[in-house]
């Protein structure tokens, strides 16, 4: 079977502590299944079926490869490197930071390698790529959203426009309204049997990564959130582990797939 020329990128599907952070780090393997896309390396892994695929090992709340590499604390709390996780925990112990080498260190050794794959991406023949997230049903109580009690729709798709997939005034799009349209429809295809909702730049537009490789190129670039209440509450859990079963990560990794296929269909 001939491999689809899409790239997939996770940024935030690792679980692991860099060496370099495990004698300070607060995070203890709860938070870190919390705090990052939990299970979306299994979600979006279709690597026997597309050209690419590239997945962050390291966990989110350490290096986080979905912002600039100069955007830090204490302008930043929530930046590259955070001090807080998403739910408010101080990610290391008394208020400790890295210094300054050990920041160099850090984005040299997890962050700078995964962008330049990205980067050569178009080199290679790839035709579309899609980075891959999941998000909570709701805005965090700290996030941007006006309505912090509105669930969020099931999927978005990001392309930095509007809740059309049109360009915002003065501003450049990752990609076009007529691939965001294509690629709904091959979702509402693949979930026909769930009742879901897919918007467009809301509640999310596209992070670092979709407005730096989605505007830098040629090549389109969708960011795809899912929500976790797709596959994280406790109807999808197995009630020992109070983690979500195989069956249906195997499930929601078919229906995506299908979904991403039928843009090459």
């Known amino acids: 079977m001939k491999k689809a020329p899409v790239l997939i990128s996770?940024?935030?599907?690792?679980?692991?502590?860099?060496?370099?952070?495990?004698?300070?780090?607060?995070?203890?393997?709860?938070?870190?299944?919390?705090?990052?896309?939990?299970?979306?390396?299994?979600?979006?892994?279709?690597?026997?079926?597309?050209?690419?695929?590239?997945?962050?090992?390291?966990?989110?709340?350490?290096?986080?490869?979905?912002?600039?590499?100069?955007?830090?604390?204490?302008?930043?709390?929530?930046?590259?490197?955070?001090?807080?996780?998403?739910?408010?925990?101080?990610?290391?112990?008394?208020?400790?930071f890295p210094d300054k080498e050990l920041i160099a260190i850090l984005l040299k050794k997890y962050y700078h390698p995964y962008h330049n794959a990205l980067l050569q991406a178009e080199k290679r023949g790839i035709e579309l790529a899609i980075d891959c997230h999941s998000m909570l049903p709701y805005a965090p109580d700290f996030g941007e959203e006006n309505d912090l009690f509105e669930h969020r729709p099931e999927i978005c798709l990001g392309n930095l426009g509007d809740e059309n997939g049109d360009p915002l005034e003065g501003k450049k799009t990752s990609c076009s309204k007529e691939?965001?349209?294509?690629?709904?429809?091959?979702?509402?295809?693949?979930?026909?049997?769930?009742?879901?909702?897919?918007?467009?730049?809301?509640?999310?537009?596209?992070?670092?990564?979709?407005?730096?490789?989605?505007?830098?190129?040629?090549?389109?670039?969708?960011?795809?959130?899912?929500?976790?209440?797709?596959?994280?509450e406790k109807n999808y859990c197995n009630p020992l582990s109070n983690r979500t079963k195989e069956s249906r990560i195997n499930d929601l990794n078919q229906k995506i797939k299908d979904a991403v296929l039928y843009l090459f269909s």
């Open 10 to 96: 996770v940024p935030h599907g690792g679980a692991k502590t860099p060496k370099e952070l495990l004698p300070y780090t607060n995070m203890n393997e709860e938070d870190r299944y919390l705090d990052g896309d939990a299970h979306t390396t299994e979600i979006y892994n279709f690597s026997e079926s597309v050209l690419e695929t590239h997945m962050a090992s390291v966990a989110r709340c350490y290096i986080d490869l979905n912002r600039k590499a100069d955007d830090l604390p204490p302008n930043n709390h929530d930046g590259v490197l955070k001090t807080v996780n998403l739910y408010g925990k101080p990610i290391y112990k008394d208020q400790w």
């Open 179 to 232: 691939l965001l349209d294509e690629f709904t429809k091959g979702l509402q295809k693949s979930f026909f049997n769930e009742d879901i909702r897919v918007s467009m730049n809301h509640p999310f537009k596209g992070g670092y990564i979709t407005q730096f490789h989605g505007t830098s190129s040629a090549l389109p670039w969708i960011q795809l959130e899912i929500n976790r209440s797709l596959y994280m």
